[in-house]
Nanobody
Framework: QVQLVESGGGLVQAGGSLRLSCAAS????????MGWFRQETGKEREFVAS????????YYADSVEGRFTISRDNAKKTVYLQMNSAKVEDTAVYYC?????????????????WGQGTQVTVSS
């Protein structure tokens, strides 16, 4: 059974940094593209970043491009989201997701497995 467990969320001041982690189990991790999404209260879940199984290809939402970095350690079956220059509008619950495919996608329906989410709050 595939399980994804996020960690690293918390409170950070605007301009600060935070690193989220997502540990996977029950999968041949390299065969899965991974993504990070976020959801603000009352809004739809939105794409943040994705990374290919090898880690060689990444893709970002315009809103985080240049500030966030997605990476993965296949030996540890973990994907990371480094958040730098945090903004108040980055406040949301962050979810990691996995899809058993090589191609990167940005839609929530494209991902088969989801973590439970971790809260990130950016204060002004």
């Amino acid at each position: 059974q595939v399980q994804l467990v996020e960690s690293g969320g918390g409170l950070v001041q605007a301009g600060g940094s935070l690193r989220l982690s997502c540990a996977a189990s029950g999968v041949t991790f390299v065969g899965y593209a991974m993504g990070w999404f976020r959801q603000e209260t009352g809004k739809e879940r939105e794409f943040v970043a994705s990374i290919s199984g090898t880690g060689l290809t990444t893709y970002y939402a315009d809103s985080v491009e240049g500030r966030f970095t997605i990476s993965r350690d296949n030996a540890k079956k973990t994907v990371y989201l480094q958040m730098n220059s945090a903004k108040v509008e980055d406040t949301a619950v962050y979810y990691c997701a996995a899809r058993k495919a090589w191609a990167l996608r940005t839609g929530t329906a494209d991902y088969e497995f989801w973590g439970q989410g971790t809260q990130v709050t950016v204060s002004s």
